[in-house]
């Protein structure tokens, strides 16, 4: 519980200094699909309450107790970004890459994904939008449980 509790004071610091951040995508570059999650700004809110919602979650946050949480959330917002047909490139490595020695559970993934989901509801992404993103992460699966 305490790993929790530093990883939630983190991300609310990391946050904090965010939340007055704003872009100007007023153009919202890119697909339509990237214009429905609201742009970089919008991506960033999703990543934003997802990354709240696993420092809220006993069941995975412990996987997350020795992450660069700002590494995490700059590269979620560009993996994201991607994939949703936006003007970034993902930096990181692959998804076998990062999680090949991690041993991830399929019960671990499936709460990472209800959060995910949880984090999409509390910004008010709408239904298709959030399916079409789930949609577009889940051939990670294969690389992400298991290592």
């Known amino acids: 519980m305490i790993r ?79 994939l949703s047909g936006g003007p970034c490139e993902y930096s990181g490595d692959s998804m076998r890459a990062v999680h090949r020695t991690q041993d991830i559970r399929p019960d671990e993934f499936d709460a990472l994904v209800r959060d995910l989901m949880d984090a999409m509801d509390r910004v008010d992404v709408p239904q298709a939008a959030q399916n079409r993103l789930l949609g577009r992460l889940a051939p990670m699966y294969r690389d992400i449980v298991g290592g």
Do not use: H, K, M, T
């Open 4 to 82: 929790g509790s530093v990883l939630l004071l983190l991300l609310s610091c990391l946050l904090g200094g965010c939340a007055g951040a704003s872009r100007d995508d007023a153009a919202l570059v890119g697909e339509p699909f990237y214009r429905e999650l609201g742009g970089r700004d919008g991506i960033e809110r999703i990543v934003d309450a997802f990354l709240l919602e696993l420092a809220r979650d006993e069941r995975i946050v412990d996987r997350f107790a020795q992450a660069d949480i700002e590494r995490f959330r700059r590269l979620l917002i560009e993996q994201f970004c991607s």
